[in-house]
Nanobody, 124 residues
């Protein structure tokens, strides 16, 4: 059973930066992708970024491309999301997710395991 614990959320002003971390345990060789999702109040959960655990392939939502960077530290089983030039519309609860299924990597339904989420609030 994969367990995921996010940290690093907080409140920043527009233009600021935050780095989210996701500590993973129960990680297996069959885990193919890890990703970050977010859910704003009253909206559906959306994929932000995803990364292959078997290489360095990455995918980003168009709204964050060039501002967010996903990375992983395999030695410490930790996934990161560096968020720069944050905008008020980035305000949401951010979730870390992992999956051993194959499917669209920015689609929530592809993922089997989820963290509890961390709040990111960006003020204008």
């Amino acid at each position: 059973q994969v367990q995921l614990v996010e940290s690093g959320g907080g409140s920043v002003q527009a233009g600021g930066s935050l780095r989210l971390s996701c500590a993973a345990s129960g990680y297996t060789d069959s885990t193919y992708w890890m990703g970050w999702f977010r859910q704003a109040s009253g909206k559906e959960r959306e994929g932000v970024a995803a990364m292959s655990t078997r290489g360095r392939a990455t995918h980003y939502a168009g709204s964050v491309k060039g501002r967010f960077t996903i990375s992983q530290d395999n030695a410490n089983n930790t996934l990161y999301l560096q968020m720069n030039n944050l905008k008020p519309e980035d305000t949401a609860i951010y979730y870390c997710a992992a999956t051993s299924k194959l499917g669209p990597v920015l689609m929530a339904a592809t993922y089997e395991y989820w963290g509890q989420g961390t709040q990111v609030t960006v003020s204008s």
